[in-house]
């Protein structure tokens, strides 16, 4: 029986195009609009996984739609609907490529660079003493921009504008955007017994010009979480934090010498350990959500995606 979605080979009404990223297929609606279907491929170190987790594009579309529609009032996004657990149906945009990330904690890539002895990321200064999982003094942006070697690199506000990769007026606006959508996530955070460590966000350009939110939002892959009610004891302590994330998988992906760099052989994951990654998903998207996940059928899961796609786009046109 099949239990996971690896990849789709649609043709929906007024499809121009087609693009399968690292765990997304994306399909073109009339150069307007895109139809995003979010399969069970895992992605690290800038690396598809050999074997998909089932469950995980559920999960990730459903937490990203119900966040989508809880910020939309704050910040305009690129929803329009989720007509399947799987997919998301939103304005096509011209990707702004950087990557914003936010940070409250000193955790993941932020952690090992100051670790290593750095005392600026991103061209923000950070004080001396800090330990791991430790608050920032305030939220800070490190930005990041896709190389063309496929691998992101911090970049600095200040950069940006001498490169001119953005103009100051909507680098401002994404920046302003950055922190309120942080400060709405952190409250959904705490109110659901969690801490929003940091969390990353991608804007595009709509056909309008104006600036919308793109791609998911405070999900496990953008986004890491600690749990409220262990963390200060874990800190005092010098624990490790219990985390909801995908740090748990780059970790163990570290442990097995592996960290995306060339010549460097990706680990294959068994069976066990490709279930305990369903088990983490499944637990932050009914911490985050507040929702228990009911799991879709994977028996007939193209011809439901086709059809739930094919039903909405019949009785709601978009052109």
């Not at 017994?193 to 595009?204: A, H, P, R």
């Not at 219990?242 to 163990?252: D, P, T």
Request: charged share 25%.
């Amino acid at each position: 029986m099949n239990t996971n979605l690896i990849s789709t080979n649609f043709f929906f009404k007024n499809q121009r195009s087609f693009h399968r990223g690292k765990v997304r297929d994306i399909y073109n609606i009339d150069n307007k609009y895109v139809i995003i279907i979010a399969c069970d491929r895992l992605s690290a170190f800038d690396h598809v996984m050999p074997k998909p987790i089932p469950y995980k594009g559920q999960i990730l579309n459903q937490i990203a739609a119900k966040m989508l529609t809880e910020t939309a009032n704050l910040v305009p996004n690129w929803k329009i609907a989720s007509p399947d657990p799987n997919v998301t149906i939103g304005h096509k945009c011209e990707p702004i490529l950087i990557e914003m990330i936010i940070r409250g904690y000193l955790a993941g890539h932020a952690w090992r660079e100051y670790n290593s002895g750095k005392r600026e990321l991103c061209g923000v200064s950070l004080p001396e003493g800090l330990k791991e999982n430790d608050p920032l003094p305030e939220p800070i942006i490190t930005p990041s921009i896709k190389e063309n070697s496929g691998h992101d690199r911090d970049i600095s506000m200040s950069e940006i504008l001498a490169s001119k990769l953005l103009k100051k007026k909507d680098l401002d606006n994404i920046e302003a955007y950055t922190k309120t959508l942080y400060e709405a996530g952190k409250k959904i955070a705490e109110d659901r017994g969690l801490i929003l460590v940091d969390t990353k966000y991608e804007f595009g350009f709509a056909q309008d010009g104006k600036i919308l939110l793109m791609d998911e939002v405070h999900t496990p892959d953008s986004s890491r979480y600690f749990y409220i009610d262990e963390y200060n004891e874990n800190l005092s302590n010098h624990h490790n934090q219990r985390q909801l994330s995908k740090e748990f998988v780059r970790q163990w992906l570290m442990e097995q010498g592996f960290q995306g760099l060339k010549d460097q052989k990706v680990p294959e994951m068994s069976d066990e350990f490709i279930e305990s990654v369903t088990n983490r998903y499944i637990e932050l998207y009914e911490k985050v959500t507040s929702d228990t996940f009911v799991p879709r059928s994977y028996d007939n899961v193209m011809i439901d995606i086709e059809n739930n796609v094919n039903d909405y786009l019949n009785n709601n046109p978009l052109n």
